[in-house]
């Protein structure tokens, strides 16, 4: 399996990590809801994806049913590292500061990153 889902296929994990088990037609449906995206080409993307293994598929019955074969923490990680090393040269703090610095992070964001720092420094204060 690549760790490294497309743009598209990341758009159909999530669908599924939010919903669960789904039919291609329920993941287009709610893709439509910010795009425009074709029946075939969601068909398309996860059939590729179950080769990838990102997705399994239940060919129980006569519409088959898909499931995210990957957990998002592991995507997200393996996106997240792959930011860092490619765009930050491997720096935590420059990726942080470039993402806190654009100023989007609401009041309750600030405070839980400042918890995750206390608990990462051992909750020193």
């Excluded at 592991?74 to 997240?80: M, P, R, S, T, Y």
């Amino acid at each position: 399996m690549s760790n490294k889902p497309t743009e598209s296929e990341l758009e159909v994990l999530k669908v599924l990590w939010t919903k669960g088990p789904s039919t291609v037609r329920e993941v287009n449906d709610l893709l439509n809801e910010s795009r425009e995206v074709g029946y075939t080409t969601t068909l398309k993307i996860m059939q590729i994806m179950a080769q990838k293994g990102f997705v399994s598929r239940d060919e129980s019955s006569r519409t088959h049913v898909y499931s995210a074969a990957v957990q998002e923490g592991d995507i997200k990680n393996a996106l997240v590292d792959r930011l860092m090393e490619t765009a930050f040269s491997g720096s935590a703090s420059q990726l942080v500061m470039q993402a806190l610095g654009r100023g989007n992070a609401s009041k309750e964001e600030l405070q839980r990153i400042k918890e995750l720092i206390k608990r990462l420094e051992g909750g020193e204060s």
